[in-house]
Nanobody, 115 residues
Framework: QVQLVESGGGLVQAGGSLRLSCAAS????????MGWYRQTPGKQRESVAS???????DYAEAVKGRFTISRDNGKNTVYLQMNSLKSEDTGVYYC?????????WGQGTQVTVSS
């Protein structure tokens, strides 16, 4: 019923920037919030950033001041602007969309930061 398509992952140097995109399609009229998670080898999947339907945002302490989550309601798309990237940011990033009764996940996109 809901599909999430991610893009923007890649290889960057430490200190560089990258912008991830997640486009949602389907029955999205009851969307509550969208967020980004990441999976790093040897660690559990963790929340990175989220944004509510009213525009409120929340960030993991490790990325505050460096990452910014935003949305374009007209395009049903959420973005994650990542600046001052560190090698510790390397991992697979997943888009998540939450509704009143269900959650949906994107396929994930690889981000690799060289040090």
């Amino acid at each position: 019923q809901v599909q999430l398509v991610e893009s923007g992952g890649g290889l960057v140097q430490a200190g560089g920037s990258l912008r991830l995109s997640c486009a949602a399609s389907g029955s999205i009229s009851r969307l509550i919030y969208m967020g980004w998670y990441r999976q790093t080898p040897g660690k559990q999947r963790e929340s990175v950033a989220s944004i509510t339907s009213t525009g409120g945002t929340d960030y993991a302490e490790a990325v505050k001041g460096r990452f910014t989550i935003s949305r374009d309601n007209g395009k049903n798309t959420v973005y994650l602007q990542m600046n001052s990237l560190k090698s510790e940011d390397t991992g697979v990033y997943y888009c998540n969309a939450a509704f009143t009764l269900r959650q949906y996940w994107g396929q994930g996109t690889q981000v690799t930061v060289s040090s």
